[in-house]
T-cell receptor, first 111, second 113 residues
Framework: GQSLEQPSEVTAVEGAIVQINCTYQTSGFYGLSWYQQHDGGAPTFLSYNGLDGLEETGRFSSFLSRSDSYGYLLLQELQMKDSASYFCAVRDGGSQGNLIFGKGTKLSVKP | DSGVTQTPKHLITATGQRVTLRCSPRSGDLSVYWYQQSLDQGLQFLIQYYNGEERAKGNILERFSAQQFPDLHSELNLSSLELGDSALYFC????????????FGPGTRLTVL
């Protein structure tokens, strides 16, 4: 089966950089996705890594190492609005596309 | 705004009742996924439809069922409701070949009293 591990909570200050790690075990790997969810809101797609390396989208970057079954989300120049939960997710290898999500990392950005 | 719509936004009902949650995917998306999110279980996949056909099933209870209609909207039916069914129910959609990028609706918050 699939499982993903990520820290449950991270705290950082405005303007800082934070890295949220994710390790996974899957029976078929298509890539690693990251989603952001504010309290009471819906998950929103942030980034996807299908190949090893770094993908950059503005202040957010995501990295994947398939040999290490590991990825991370890097958030730079943190802003208060980045306070949210961040989920890594992999596609269920035995299906057509449903995602298996990690338990989520709650990021708190302090002034 | 993801382009995915869900109704109703909130639903309060009693144990033993039946409810129907509705979802309309983004224009052009053929896949619809249903997820349940509760505090202790995180985001759990329930069921997926693609162009009207069931494609994958997760840990969906037998009391729950879903379907996708010819206009691609989907409905999730929850019956014989129990207190533990109280949760946020999200619908998501993706474009053909784009399963790794899913667009979530605003969710339906179900409270079973």
């Amino acid at each position: 089966g699939q499982s993903l591990e990520q820290p449950s909570e991270v705290t950082a200050v405005e303007g800082a950089i934070v890295q949220i790690n994710c390790t996974y075990q899957t029976s078929g790997f298509y890539g690693l996705s990251w989603y952001q969810q504010h309290d009471g809101g819906a998950p929103t797609f942030l980034s996807y890594n299908g190949l090893d390396g770094l993908e950059e989208t503005g202040r957010f970057s995501s990295f994947l190492s398939r040999s290490d079954s590991y990825g991370y989300l890097l958030l730079q120049e943190l802003q208060m609005k980045d306070s949210a939960s961040y989920f890594c997710a992999v596609r269920d290898g035995g299906s057509q596309g449903n995602l298996i999500f990690g338990k989520g990392t709650k990021l708190s950005v302090k002034p | 705004d993801s382009g995915v719509t869900q109704t109703p936004k909130h639903l309060i009902t009693a144990t033993g009742q039946r409810v129907t949650l509705r979802c309309s995917p983004r224009s052009g998306d053929l896949s619809v996924y249903w997820y349940q999110q509760s505090l202790d279980q995180g985001l759990q996949f329930l069921i997926q439809y693609y162009n009207g056909e069931e494609r994958a099933k997760g840990n969906i209870l037998e009391r729950f069922s879903a379907q996708q209609f010819p206009d691609l909207h989907s409905e999730l039916n929850l019956s014989s409701l129990e207190l533990g069914d109280s949760a946020l129910y999200f619908c998501a959609s993706s474009s053909p070949g784009g399963a790794d990028t899913q667009y979530f609706g605003p969710g339906t918050r179900l409270t079973v009293l």
